[in-house]
């Protein structure tokens, strides 16, 4: 199993998923969304959880969390 952190750099939040997460898609997203502007990231892959979610917090973004479709 792998973990992705998705870090959404305005809105200030790093969300830990799974990666065969629909949603991570082993660290690629979801297909046609994403705009011009590089404004998130995926980072990873982490062979553990707990990896994962120390590498969220480290990105200094005030939210952490699973994700909510995944639960990490």
């Given at each position: 199993?792998?973990?992705?952190?998705?870090?959404?750099?305005?809105?200030?939040?790093?969300t830990?998923?799974?990666?065969?997460?629909?949603?991570?898609?082993?660290?690629?997203?979801q297909?046609?969304?994403?705009?011009?502007?590089?404004?998130?990231?995926?980072?990873g892959?982490?062979?553990?959880?707990?990896?994962?979610f120390?590498r969220?917090?480290s990105?200094?973004?005030?939210?952490?969390?699973?994700?909510?479709?995944?639960?990490?």
């Amino acid at each position: 199993m792998s973990y992705y952190v998705y870090a959404a750099y305005p809105n200030q939040w790093a969300t830990v998923h799974k990666g065969d997460c629909p949603h991570c898609n082993e660290g690629r997203g979801q297909e046609g969304l994403g705009g011009k502007l590089k404004t998130t990231d995926w980072l990873g892959p982490y062979t553990t959880r707990e990896e994962a979610f120390d590498r969220a917090r480290s990105t200094g973004l005030r939210t952490v969390t699973g994700g909510g479709h995944c639960h990490p």
